[in-house]
Structures are given as C-alpha cells and as structure tokens.
C-alpha cells in the first residue's frame, strides 16, 4: 500500500511559479512510475506529465510542455511538479498517482494505470 500526500499548491498571479510536491509512504517507491493529473471545476481530469520509475524519461501534455518539469528523488520518497509561466488554464486540483512498474521504464497517460493516488492540492492562477 502507497499513500501519496501533495503540497506546495496556493494562489499566484499569471507568469509566476510553483512547485508541487508528492511524498510517498510505503514501499519500493523506486518501483513506480510517477504521474501528475488535474481537474479543473467542470472539467474532466487530464493527463499533465509523468515520470518513469528511475527519472531517466518523462513525458508531457501539450498544454504543459516548455513549461513544467517534472522531476523526482528516489532516496526522499518523492516526486516533483515545477511549473513556470503558470497561466489562468492552469488552474486546477492537481494530484499525483503512482503507476507500479517493477523493473520497466515506461509511464502511461492512461488514469486507470494509475495504483494510487493523492487527494490532491489547489492551484489558483489569477490572470
């Protein structure tokens, strides 16, 4: 069993930065891939980015690409979300979700190759 706790969410003006932060408690945290998702109100939740269990290889929507870096430490149980250049689209209940792996390097966009998950944290972008 994994338990995944974000942080790091707030209000900031559009052009300003943030970093999320996912912790990790159980084991083999080096055995998941890492994925971020978000939900903006009315909207259905949406792939962001996602980080393969070693941090060799990650991946990015579209949207997010150029401007968030997603990043993690395997001795800290932790994974990462800088987002720069935060635009009002932004604006969305972020949540982190681990993807077990084994030994593959791989990551999916797909939420139910998805394990588990946070609960998630608020990011406010104010034009």
């Known amino acids: 069993q994994v338990q995944l706790v974000e942080s790091g969410g707030g209000s900031v003006q559009a052009g300003g930065s943030l970093r999320l932060s996912c912790a990790a408690s159980?084991?083999?945290?080096?055995?998941?891939?890492m994925g971020w998702f978000r939900q903006a109100p009315g909207k259905e939740r949406e792939f962001v980015s996602a980080?393969?269990?070693?941090?060799?290889?990650?991946d990015y929507a579209d949207s997010v690409k150029g401007r968030f870096t997603i990043s993690r430490d395997n001795a800290k149980n932790t994974a990462y979300l800088q987002m720069a250049n935060l635009k009002p689209d932004d604006t969305a209940v972020y949540l982190c979700?681990?993807?077990?792996?084994?030994?593959?390097?791989?990551?999916?966009?797909?939420?139910?190759?998805?394990?588990?998950w946070g609960q998630g944290t608020q990011v406010t972008v104010s034009s």
């Open positions: 159980g084991p083999s945290f080096s055995s998941y891939a």
């Open positions: 980080i393969t269990r070693t941090g060799r290889s990650t």
């Open positions: 979700a681990a993807d077990w792996r084994g030994y593959s390097e791989a990551t999916t966009r797909r939420q139910n190759g998805y394990d588990y």
